[in-house]
């Protein structure tokens, strides 16, 4: 079953709430209604934040294609520690302690050598 199946069988379709205190959904269905709503809504800007932390492997690939379809021709800031998101962006932002130690383009991060780019060489490494 497609998002837009399940989707239309919730209480109240994209409204519906979910949550405490509304209907329970899956961890795949809850950032799947979520790019839902933001498609709906059509904002200029939209934040994503860990869009896909709770989905399993299985699930990451598919809803990374799919926030990457809803963020298309927005300004978007995406929080995530998977660095499948980050290879798509624009600008790459790392931190660590809270502290921002290295920004640009992804592929200028990879060739600098620092932070980004010992992350990207630590999950490139088994693939």
Avoid: F
């Amino acid at each position: 079953m497609d998002a837009a199946d399940w989707i239309a069988a919730l209480p109240d379709g994209l409204d519906t709430v979910v949550g405490q205190g509304g209907s329970r959904l899956t961890a795949r269905q809850v950032p799947q209604l979520a790019l839902a709503r933001v498609l709906l809504i059509d904002p200029e800007a939209v934040v994503l934040d860990e869009a896909t932390a709770e989905a399993g492997s299985d699930m990451a690939q598919s809803l990374d294609r799919a926030a990457l379809a809803v963020t298309e021709g927005r300004i978007a800031v995406v929080v995530a520690h998977r660095l499948s998101q980050a290879e798509t962006a624009d600008v790459v932002v790392v931190m660590e302690n809270g502290r921002v130690v290295e920004q640009g383009p992804p592929d200028e991060l990879r060739a600098s050598g620092g932070a980004y780019a010992r992350l990207w060489a630590s999950w490139t490494y088994g693939r």
